[in-house]
């Protein structure tokens, strides 16, 4: 089993960036492959990246290409999702969870069987 916690969430006007962190304990962290998630007020938790074992794959949601980057350091048991050109679309909380399973791509939420307890990011225009 693996603990998940996010941290790095906030408000930033728009065009601003924030980083986010999630830290993992228990298991060996690159045994899992990674993914970030969201979830606005009244819709479901939607795909934002994801990142394989060993950092070499890494996935993104259209609505975030060329402004957000995953990334992680399996040396400090930590993924990051670095957030760039923020739009008030992007407001939402945000999930880090990891899948134990190896696979090609980690793109889809039910195959996650570890999840963090979020974070907020509100994008003011």
């Known amino acids: 089993q693996v603990q998940l916690v996010e941290s790095g969430g906030g408000l930033v006007q728009a065009g601003g960036s924030l980083r986010l962190s999630c830290a993992a304990s228990?298991?060996?962290?690159?045994?899992?492959?990674m993914g970030w998630f969201r979830q606005a007020p009244g819709k479901e938790r939607e795909f934002v990246a994801a990142?394989?074992?060993?950092?070499?794959?890494?996935d993104y949601a259209e609505s975030v290409k060329g402004r957000f980057t995953i990334s992680r350091d399996n040396a400090k048991n930590t993924v990051y999702l670095q957030m760039n050109m923020l739009k008030p679309e992007d407001t939402a909380v945000y999930y880090c969870?990891?899948?134990?399973?190896?696979?090609?791509?980690?793109?889809?939420?039910?195959?996650?069987?570890?999840w963090g307890q979020g974070t907020q990011v509100t994008v003011s225009s």
């Open positions: 969870a990891a899948d134990p399973e190896s696979r090609s791509r980690y793109t889809r939420r039910y195959e996650y069987y570890y």
């Open positions: 228990g298991r060996t962290f690159s045994d899992y492959g």
């Open positions: 990142i394989s074992r060993s950092g070499g794959n890494t």
